[in-house]
């Protein structure tokens, strides 16, 4: 009888083991998810930002508050998420530990999904592309790379641009590169007809082509995506946010704030 007391014994600690195990894959993670919780408690969502990359965040001087289009941004999150907004200004570096301390529900500032936060944040769906795109007059020719065979593309010497021209040199025939110092020299270069296109970062193109009526954004040759960040077990708060910015972005809320912050947008083609 003794033997098989051990086995009734042993099997019962596996059946507990087993429930345990089970309890935490099914309840213990969604417990965890506090943060929603935590927003519906108190009616705010604690937004953390760096308030020094305008025009995505700046503080303004008269008022002492945080402006920009990160700032619009997470107000209009709020808006329907029927929540209001409190904004903590952290430098970089401290952001993505601010979640995970809980300091704040989510990060809205510029930051995309890169290695050193992976593990540690998860990412909503993107509102911004900062990666390298096409300028190129309003209504010229030049609606792929592959149209520039032939023709002269300008770029930041050593920036992104510069190692994307260098590829396409090596894909179509006779493609010149002309370098500048910075982007908004290459852009330059093309407003004045002295280069017919330009690649530079999504940042410095849509500044550009706010600024300058000859210049108009042509396609996305890389991506870079911004989204909104929050601890990686928030899944709930995650899903919150994903469906206010795909209603921002579908029902045209997103062009207007980047229109309101970068300047008028127009692309290569009407």
């Not at 006779?174 to 020299?185: G, T």
Request: avoid cysteine; hydrophobic fraction near 45%.
């Amino acid at each position: 009888m003794r033997p098989r007391a051990v086995r009734l014994t042993a099997g019962l600690a596996l059946l507990v083991l087993w429930g345990i195990g089970l309890w935490l894959i099914l309840g213990g993670s969604a417990s965890q998810d506090t943060a929603w919780q935590h927003v519906e408690d108190t009616g705010t969502l604690r937004v953390g930002m760096d308030a020094s990359y305008p025009p995505f965040e700046t503080i303004d001087q008269a008022s002492g508050q945080p402006v920009g289009f990160d700032v619009d941004l997470a107000d209009e999150i709020g808006r329907r998420l029927g929540v209001s907004i409190a904004f903590t200004n952290i430098a970089y570096d401290g952001l993505t530990d601010s979640l995970v301390t809980g300091n704040v529900d989510v990060v809205i500032s510029a930051m995309a999904d890169v290695p050193q936060v992976q593990g540690k944040a998860a990412f909503s769906q993107p509102y911004f592309n900062a990666g390298e795109m096409l300028v190129a007059p309003p209504g010229s020719p030049f609606k792929s790379m592959d149209d520039l065979a032939g023709h002269t593309v300008a770029v930041e010497y050593g920036s992104g641009g510069d190692v994307e021209a260098r590829k396409w040199q090596r894909r179509i025939a006779n493609l010149q590169v002309k370098r500048y110092s910075d982007p908004e020299s290459a852009l330059q270069a093309v407003s004045k007809g002295q280069a017919d296109a330009a690649i530079v970062d999504g940042i410095a193109a849509r500044l550009g082509i706010g600024k300058d009526p000859n210049l108009a954004a042509g396609p996305q040759l890389v991506d870079t995506l911004f989204a909104a960040a929050v601890a990686s077990d928030n899944d709930v708060l995650l899903g919150k946010l994903d469906e206010a910015i795909q209603a921002i972005a579908a029902d045209g809320t997103l062009g207007r704030l980047t229109d309101k912050w970068f300047g008028p947008q127009k692309s290569i083609s009407p």
